[in-house]
């Protein structure tokens, strides 16, 4: 069983990428299959719109998502994205590849190809944000709901962390280690 996770956030160690790195230690122990991406390391053409996949199935571009990106999410039994929110959404590159995941959705809506009949995937949301309001993941929540449908991924549940700002913080958060702990459990 593969946990594929996708980090969004552009800072390096930051506060979204140790909930991924304790989510997987969490897996890892379990027996699963780790594989983390990190949005900004792969080299991703924004989506163009030209309904290519819609009518092939296929991306017109070549690149890390097609060639990287794609096939570990195929792969994947587990999926986990773990982001920062920037201006109420996700961030940049992280939106590049999840609007480029449109070509799971013309397979699964347009063309009905049902790829991933009794395969019973998961995926998890892993947020944070430096403020507090009530609406602060509302985005964040239903983009990640959009992007799990396309890929045929039942959303499971998300984990979402106000005030946490400066690099470092989250390692500090009282309940965030049995928090993952009781994530991971639930698979
Ligand atoms: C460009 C940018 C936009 C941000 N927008 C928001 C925002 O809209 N709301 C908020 O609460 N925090 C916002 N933040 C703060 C980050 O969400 C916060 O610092 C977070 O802990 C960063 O996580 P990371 O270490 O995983 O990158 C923003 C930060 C940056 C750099």
Request: overall charge positive; charged content about 30%; proline content about 3%.
């Amino acid at each position: 069983m593969r946990v594929l996770g996708i980090n969004g956030s552009p800072r390096h160690k930051g506060n979204s990428h140790f909930l991924t790195s304790l989510f997987m230690e969490e897996m890892k122990a379990k027996g699963y299959d780790t594989k983390v991406l990190d949005a900004v390391k792969l080299k991703i053409n924004p989506c163009i719109g030209c309904g290519n996949c819609e009518t092939k199935g296929v991306c017109i571009f070549k690149d890390d998502f097609t060639q990287v990106f794609l096939p570990a999410i195929i792969e994947a039994d587990i999926v986990v994205i773990s982001s920062p929110i920037y201006f109420y959404a996700f961030p940049a590159a992280l939106k590049a590849l999840i609007d480029r995941i449109q070509v799971l959705w013309s397979r699964k809506y347009r063309l009905k190809m049902d790829e991933f009949k009794d395969r019973n995937r998961k995926g998890v949301l892993l947020a944070v944000g430096a403020t507090r309001g009530k609406d602060l993941f509302d985005g964040l929540k239903l983009t990640a709901k959009y992007f799990f449908d396309a890929a045929d991924i039942h959303y499971e549940t998300e984990l979402c962390y106000r005030g946490i700002d400066e690099k470092g913080e989250m390692e500090k958060h009282p309940t965030v280690h049995e928090d993952i702990k009781l994530l991971a459990d639930r698979f």
